[in-house]
C-alpha cells in the first residue's frame, strides 16, 4: 500500500522559514510525479508546487504567488521530496499536502490526476 507522510510543519513568523518532507512508503519516487498542495480553511485547494523525479528540462514547477521564494527538491535514497518555503507570509497559512502519482506531470489545477495523497501538516504564518 502507497502512503505519503509529510512533516515539518509549524508556526513561524513573517519573513520565517520551514522546510517540509514528504516520505513515500511503499513505492518508490522513481518516474513520478510529487505534487504540493495547500488549503486554508474556507478556501479552495490551491497547487504549490510539483516536480517530475524522472528528471529533464522544466520537470519542477511553481505557482506565482510561491515563486522565488518556494523550492522543491528531492532525496531519491530517502524517498522523500522536500519543499523549502522562505519568506513566509500570512497568505501562506495552510495546511500542506503532498501527492503522488506514477507518470509525468499536469498542471498543477488538476488536482485530481494524483492517486495517493499524505495527511497533511499545518503551517501557520503570523505576523
Known amino acids: 500500500v502507497r502512503q505519503l507522510v509529510e512533516s515539518g510543519g509549524g508556526s513561524v513568523q513573517v519573513g520565517g522559514s520551514l522546510r517540509l518532507s514528504c516520505t513515500v512508503f511503499?513505492?518508490?519516487?522513481?518516474?513520478?510525479?510529487v505534487g504540493w498542495y495547500r488549503q486554508a480553511p474556507g478556501k479552495e485547494r490551491q497547487g504549490v508546487g510539483s516536480i517530475y523525479t524522472g528528471g529533464g528540462d522544466g520537470s519542477i514547477k511553481y505557482a506565482d504567488s510561491v515563486t522565488g521564494r518556494f523550492t522543491i527538491s528531492q532525496a531519491n535514497d530517502e524517498n522523500t521530496v522536500y519543499l523549502e518555503m522562505n519568506r513566509l507570509q500570512p497568505e501562506d497559512t495552510g495546511r500542506y499536502y503532498c501527492?503522488?502519482?506514477?507518470?509525468?506531470?499536469?498542471?498543477?489545477?488538476?488536482?485530481?490526476?494524483?492517486?495517493?495523497w499524505g495527511q497533511g501538516t499545518q503551517v501557520t504564518v503570523s505576523s
Open positions: 511503499g513505492a518508490t519516487l522513481s518516474r513520478s510525479c
Open positions: 501527492a503522488l502519482v506514477p507518470r509525468s506531470c499536469v498542471p498543477l489545477r488538476y488536482h485530481h490526476y494524483f492517486d495517493v
